[in-house]
């Protein structure tokens, strides 16, 4: 039987990060989220930059382009990676949280890139049964670990670190693809 590798795809497979900032500076005249408190959560700065300039726009507007990943690219190894696991016998499923107007395009953007892709929209990934997870989030590393603890669970950083150092002590974590083998 394959190990099966769940992937996240959100800053971990394709950088939606900046887009997301591109596009939030468009409606801002260029104002930049700054992040200064190092929050993970950057609707809240968001929301205060759009009621100071007096926009009405919702951060999250972003997340519902229906062709969001349409013309996003991969991240930097990740093709090659997943390449080379899927011919060195692993499974690999692509585990992510979605809302529904981008669904499509995620899984278009997946099959794209990577050939047939099984994917899962889940935000539950600790519920999803695989011998690796490879996410940005540390909220789904920390779920993972308690819900699969002989699994293992890599943290992405390659992207947009999440988690402060002390946060991500005892977690593995992975800052470019290159650095992976299966």
């Not at 060195?88 to 499509?104: A, D, I, R």
């Not at 600790?126 to 789904?140: F, R, T």
């Amino acid at each position: 039987m394959s190990k099966i590798v769940a992937v996240d795809v959100d800053l971990t497979v394709v950088d939606t990060f900046n887009p997301w900032m591109e596009w939030f500076e468009s409606y801002t005249g260029g104002r930049k989220v700054l992040n200064e408190d190092g929050a993970y959560d950057l609707v809240p700065e968001m929301n205060r930059i759009l009621a100071e300039i007096g926009v009405d726009l919702n951060p999250f507007d972003f997340w519902r382009k229906t062709d969001l990943y349409d013309n996003l690219e991969p991240v930097p190894g990740v093709v090659d990676v997943i390449r080379a696991m899927k011919d060195g016998g692993y499974t690999v499923v692509f585990v992510s949280s979605c809302v529904p107007e981008h669904t499509k395009s995620k899984k278009w953007f997946l099959d794209h890139h990577f050939g047939y892709a099984p994917f899962i929209a889940t935000h539950e990934k600790e519920l999803v049964a695989y011998d690796c997870l490879i996410d940005d989030k540390l909220y789904h590393i920390k779920q993972g670990l308690k819900a699969r603890p002989n699994a293992m669970h890599i943290l992405f950083t390659g992207v947009r670190a999440d988690g402060l150092p002390d946060e991500r002590e005892n977690v593995n974590t992975m800052d470019c693809w290159s650095k992976i083998c299966f």
